[in-house]
């Protein structure tokens, strides 16, 4: 059994007992989270899809612990113009841990 869910504006495939990294959520790690968007389930031999969402789907999970990602340089330079311009930044997300996943 799996599901796609949607959070942060991202999609992501779920199984019970996987670790996912999702965009930032506000919550403390151990705290229960449930993601509600579901837009795909599979159980077995049958496959829901949402228009946009399956109805009484969700996705619950256990907050594991909060990061960021590594660091990316953006990097901007104009030749001949003694222009340029370093940046980094690094993404957070949190990771959760798929307990269940109800259709």
């Known amino acids: ?6 959070s942060g504006g991202h999609q992501y495939v779920a199984t019970p007992d996987d670790v996912v990294r999702v965009e930032k959520i506000d919550a403390d790690a151990g705290q229960q989270v449930t993601f509600d968007q579901v837009l795909a389930v599979r159980d077995g031999d049958s496959f829901t899809v949402g228009a946009p969402y399956v109805p ?9 612990y909060q990061g960021k990602t590594p660091k990316i340089l953006v990097f901007k ?3 001949k113009k ?6 980094g930044h690094r993404q957070a997300f949190t990771a959760v841990q798929i307990s269940s996943v109800v259709s």
Do not use: W
């Not at 009484?56 to 594991?64: E, F, S, Y």
């Not at 003694?82 to 940046?87: E, F, N």
């Open 1 to 6: 059994m799996y599901a796609i869910f949607q």
């Open 56 to 64: 009484g789907a969700k996705v619950v999970g256990q907050v594991l």
């Open 77 to 79: 330079y104009k030749p």
């Open 82 to 87: 003694h222009y340029k311009k370093i940046r």
